[in-house]
Nanobody, 128 residues
C-alpha cells in the first residue's frame, strides 16, 4: 500500500521559514515525480512545486519562485519543500502527490490529475 506522509507544518510569522517533508512508504521516488500542492480555506487546491527524478528539474508556481525550494533524497524516499520568506498568503494545507513510476520528463503542477497518490496534508499558518 502506498502511503505519503507530510510533516513540518506549523505556525510562523511573516518572513519566517519552514521545511516540509513528504515521506513515502510502499513507493519509491526513483523514476517518479513528486508535487506539492496547497489549499487555502475557500480556495481550490493550487500547485506549488514539483520535481522529476528523471531529470531533476523543478517547477514552481510564480508566487513562490525565489522563496521555495523543492529537493529530494531518494535514499530516504523523502521530498522536501523549503519555504523561506513566508507570507500570510502562503497559509494553507500543503499536500504532496506522487506520480506512478516510470515518469520521464518535466513534471507539471497545473492540475492534481497528473498525480496518483496523495498524503493527508500538513497545515501551514503564516501570521502578519
Amino acid at each position: 500500500e502506498v502511503q505519503l506522509a507530510e510533516s513540518g507544518g506549523g505556525k510562523v510569522q511573516a518572513g519566517g521559514s519552514l521545511r516540509l517533508s513528504c515521506a513515502a512508504s510502499g513507493f519509491t521516488f526513483k523514476k517518479s515525480a513528486i508535487g506539492w500542492f496547497r489549499q487555502a480555506p475557500g480556495k481550490e487546491r493550487e500547485g506549488v512545486s514539483c520535481i522529476s527524478d528523471s531529470d531533476g528539474n523543478a517547477v514552481y508556481v510564480d508566487s513562490v519562485k525565489g522563496r521555495f525550494t523543492i529537493s529530494s533524497d531518494n535514499a530516504k524516499n523523502t521530498v522536501y519543500l523549503q519555504m523561506n520568506s513566508l507570507k500570510p498568503e502562503d497559509t494553507a494545507v500543503y499536500y504532496c502527490g506522487a506520480i506512478d513510476p516510470p515518469f520521464f520528463g518535466v513534471c507539471r503542477i497545473e492540475s492534481e490529475r497528473w498525480y496518483d497518490y496523495w498524503g493527508q496534508g500538513t497545515q501551514v499558518a503564516v501570521s502578519s
